[in-house]
């Protein structure tokens, strides 16, 4: 049976990749000094440059989940063309939003009962979605069915490595990451913190850092430690500063096993909670 592979707005995966696995994308709404504006991944209302201008021009943004409405009116049409659903969701462990999909799901169940849909927490997040989206697309190409992919997902889910720092702790402080007095001593003394995400899709402090170039050294020794011995595929994605990330890609190449690296943009859902100057580095962990 036909089926569709589905994602939101907070996957971060280029757009060349999502058109290539025909990856349908539910839009999300960020707030951005009171004007509610959708993210699509071609960035029709807004591009990701002028959402990161208007951060530096002291602009504020805010973000809520998807709501159950909102899903069954983009689920509805796929399942009327005779189309089966496998919606990868954004971690549970920092959004409602997967329970928005679920609720979504069962409603839809009573309509379309011959229809099957598949709704599974991702537990990753940004760019860490959009890698597994692409890794989870090659296997849909490849020919895997509905269900073989759903149980590749769900088995494969923790091995998504996320490695990542940001410019502003400001942005991390106001999100209830980090303390005032955190936020406030490390930007005095240029700390950076490592942020990954734990098993349960949750973000956590992994360590801290003093400056840039530091943190790269670190993101560097994580995939070197730890990456898959047959997937050298790597993501590097950048909240607006593609200079530093072409960088840490040369890095990579040079210092890791990595072969395949793709540069990707952190969007506005994501980029609110992170601002201008985030940094990371996405991978496939070896298996336990």
């Not at 849909?117 to 490849?142: M, P, R, T, W």
């Not at 007095?181 to 992994?206: D, R, T």
Request: one cysteine or more.
């Amino acid at each position: 049976m036909s089926y569709t592979l589905v994602s939101d707005a907070t996957l971060d995966l280029p757009l060349d990749l999502i058109e290539r696995y025909a990856i349908q994308v539910v839009p999300m709404a960020f707030n951005l000094d009171g004007q509610e504006i959708l993210h699509y991944p071609d960035e029709r209302n807004m591009t990701i440059e002028e959402f990161y201008d208007a951060l530096r021009q002291g602009k504020t943004s805010t973000t809520s989940q998807i709501n159950p409405a909102t899903y069954t009116e983009f689920f509805t049409p796929i399942l009327e063309r005779g189309e089966d659903i496998l919606y990868v969701a954004f971690t549970s462990g920092m959004s409602g939003t997967c329970q928005s999909a679920i609720l979504a799901k069962e409603m839809l169940e009573e309509d379309f009962p011959e229809r099957t849909i598949h709704v599974v927490d991702s537990l990753c997040a940004s760019a860490g979605l959009g890698y597994f989206l692409n890794l989870a697309g090659q296997k849909k190409e490849a020919g895997m069915s509905l269900d073989e992919l759903k149980d590749w997902v769900i088995a494969n889910r923790s091995r998504v490595a996320h490695w990542f720092t940001v410019d502003d702790l400001f942005h991390l402080q106001r999100g209830g990451r980090l303390s005032f007095a955190e936020a406030m001593l490390g930007s005095a003394l240029k700390i950076k913190p490592v942020i990954s995400v734990n098993e349960e899709g949750k973000l956590y402090v992994e360590n801290k850092v003093r400056g840039n170039k530091k943190c790269e050294e670190y993101m560097i020794s994580k995939i070197n430690d730890y990456m898959d011995d047959t997937e050298h595929t790597v993501f590097v994605a950048h909240g607006d500063c593609e200079d530093r990330a072409l960088a840490l890609k040369d890095k990579l190449l040079e210092k890791t096993k990595a072969e395949n690296i793709r540069i990707a943009k952190i969007g506005p859902v994501i980029g609110t909670h992170t601002g201008p100057g985030m940094l990371a580095v996405l991978f496939m962990e070896k298996e336990a």
